[in-house]
């Protein structure tokens, strides 16, 4: 499929009409929100009519207590690793920062990523900004009839698309991220693209942020 410019705008891509995404990911001690922490965010700029990358960022954050073992077997990342790194707070902050207006993209994060990033809004009286999501979960219901969200994890979802990454690379937030972009661009190449444009939600959340007059 031809991707198309109707609007003749410099950054436009066909999903959604948006000017720009910012693919992220974070990774975690746990899986639950209220008694784990995030021990690293990463994320990737892309735009232009491509969807080429731009920039991107990545941080370790310490979590404020030691990482699991069984989720250091998961994701490489040590208390070595961490000890040094932001908090979560400064660290989203950061994300915040290098998002700038984009809308963001992640795989399933309106029951994960997010629940960890609420409960560090308004953290100090901290101020926040609005931010738009895209959810990887509501595109490919639309996609598969026979998808399941609790079947179809981030690797079963890139099978099924043949893309992949080294395996060294998962589970870590930069790996994952890189992943997730691929993903991307098979969903841009799509030829039921014009109809996922109309169906998949955006969705509105928050970000913690330095300073919302800035971005």
């Not at 738009?132 to 219901?141: E, L, P, W, Y």
């Not at 693209?193 to 928050?206: F, N």
Request: net charge negative.
């Amino acid at each position: 499929m031809k991707l198309r410019n109707p609007l003749n705008i410099e950054n436009y891509h066909p999903l959604m009409g948006i000017c720009e995404i910012v693919v992220f990911d974070l990774e975690t001690t746990g899986l639950r929100a209220k008694t784990n922490e995030i021990t690293q965010i990463a994320a990737a700029r892309i735009g232009g009519l491509g969807m080429n990358t731009e920039n991107t960022f990545s941080t370790f954050v310490n979590p404020g207590m030691p990482i699991p073992e069984l989720a250091q077997q998961i994701t490489h990342i040590s208390d070595e690793n961490v000890k040094d790194a932001p908090p979560p707070l400064t660290a989203l902050q950061k994300l915040c920062s290098f998002s700038e207006q984009a809308v963001l993209f992640g795989h399933d994060v309106y029951r994960f990523d997010f629940k960890f990033i609420n409960k560090h809004l308004h953290e100090d009286n901290t101020p926040t900004k609005e931010i738009h999501f895209i959810d990887t979960m509501d595109i490919f219901q639309i996609l598969w009839p026979d998808f399941s969200r609790l079947d179809h994890g981030l690797d079963e979802i890139a099978d099924r698309l043949n893309v992949s990454i080294a395996n060294d690379l998962r589970h870590r937030a930069d790996g994952d991220v890189e992943l997730l972009t691929r993903i991307f661009h098979r969903i841009q190449a799509d030829d039921r693209l014009e109809s996922i444009t109309q169906h998949v939600p955006v969705h509105t959340g928050e970000l913690p942020c330095f300073d919302p007059s800035l971005n």
